[in-house]
């Protein structure tokens, strides 16, 4: 691209105050492409924080994979698959569980709950788990204790040192007939988590005794050394049982379908509504330089008649559009960069501003938003609001390269 060139298109660029029409448009669309470029990034870095968080937060309380049998495992079984799980080099621990479903009762209230039973000295290793017990441990955990997520407590109108009573399906046959299984726990723990319930925990040992399968384990919970290794450990494992129809081997993923589609498909109809806003500003580009075309076609026409190829012309109206698109897309990538790197620390001002703070954690289970910045998505955003900018330039500039100078002075 020649000097006179560029010198035309940054001439264009720079409207007289009778071209006010063109340097409105202009503008808006500068801006336009800013906020939209600007918008995308913070929102797509948003909504990943919550999602990373949101996974945490699941698989602190699930487990990153859990390797199930219909039958059930025995103590045998346990011990040569928790053998042989853990030769896996990429995976950290493996936890025996029992999972049963039960109904809790308190104070005249009842509510439907999963008990988890599992070791005591597991529960306390995990971070996660720790960090989202308000009250009590899990080292407190004896025989006929449980932890009870927060909300089932207030439910319940329970707190630490009260007693529940759990009443089981799985019960026995006695002379009046079938009667469940009821035993009253003492309260030792509550804890936060962003599930309506969440799970009840208690010792393995109290589990196998209240739900009569004392030789019986209802699966093994596996934790990998990094949640990157998921998918690859969850793909491992079902390949080394795939022969054993009774073992089945799911991840997070699997064992939470909904949730994951659900995130998935927000993030792209996300991602797709706030894209409009650059396809606006995009056609903003267009009619801005299909004004300036008109208005400079006698200058064309000139140009064109003093020796300028069309393909000159052509290339001095893309750059003239496609400065403001690639202008304007930088300025909005700092822009949201800046935002979401700064945001955490905005909005937890924010919070101290507004009456109980602006994220409650009863609704959204969140003390704080958090952004994480992925440079694919930068990138993916970039790219297309590059991509998209430059082509709405095509038009105009196709335009302008194809005017006949003879007809255009004719008339003037």
Do not use: C
């Amino acid at each position: 691209m020649s000097f006179v060139e560029r010198m035309l298109a940054w001439r264009y660029l720079r409207t007289k105050r009778q071209e006010g029409l063109i340097s409105t448009v202009t503008v808006f669309s500068f801006l336009g492409i800013l906020l939209g470029v600007g918008t995308l990034i913070v929102v797509m870095a948003v909504m990943t924080g919550f999602r990373e968080r949101l996974v945490d937060q699941i698989v602190a309380f699930s487990g990153h994979i859990v390797v199930e049998s219909k039958k059930g495992f025995t103590d045998d079984q346990v011990v040569e698959l928790t053998s042989e799980i853990t030769a896996n080099p990429s995976v950290a621990r493996v936890t025996p569980l029992l999972e049963e479903q039960v109904m809790l009762t308190a104070r005249g209230n009842a509510q439907a709950a999963l008990v988890r039973g599992t070791n005591p000295e597991s529960l306390s290793q995990e971070l996660d788990l720790a960090q989202s017990l308000i009250a009590g441990s899990f080292r407190e955990l004896k025989k006929w204790d449980v932890v009870l997520p927060l909300r089932l407590a207030q439910k319940l109108n329970v707190t630490i040192g009260n007693e529940v009573e759990l009443v089981s399906a799985k019960g026995m046959f006695t002379a009046f007939g079938w009667v469940p299984r009821i035993r009253n726990f003492t309260v030792v723990g509550l804890m936060q988590t962003r599930r309506d319930k969440g799970y009840v925990y208690m010792p393995l040992e109290a589990a196998q005794i209240f739900f009569q399968q004392k030789e019986k384990l209802s699966g093994l919970e596996v934790r990998v050394k990094e949640t990157g290794l998921i998918d690859s450990t969850t793909d491992q494992l079902s390949g080394q049982y795939a022969s054993n129809k009774d073992i089945e081997v799911q991840s997070w993923r699997k064992r939470n379908p909904t949730l994951v589609s659900a995130l998935e498909v927000e993030r792209a109809v996300m991602f797709f509504i706030l894209f409009l806003i650059v396809l606006v500003a995009a056609f903003n580009i267009i009619s801005g330089q299909i004004l300036l075309v008109r208005d400079k076609a006698k200058g064309i026409a000139i140009l064109r008649t003093m020796g300028m190829q069309s393909g000159s012309v052509l290339r001095v109206f893309l750059m003239s559009g496609g400065l403001v698109g690639v202008v304007g897309t930088l300025a909005g990538t700092g822009i949201g960069l800046l935002i979401a790197h700064n945001l955490t620390g905005w909005a937890n001002s924010l919070s101290l501003m507004v009456d109980e703070g602006a994220l409650r954690t009863q609704l959204y289970y969140l003390s704080s938003l958090e952004a994480v910045i992925v440079p694919l998505h930068v990138t993916l955003i970039l790219g297309v609001s590059l991509l998209v900018t430059v082509l709405a330039t095509l038009y105009p500039a196709w335009r302008a390269a194809r005017l006949d100078p003879v007809e255009v002075l004719r008339y003037s």
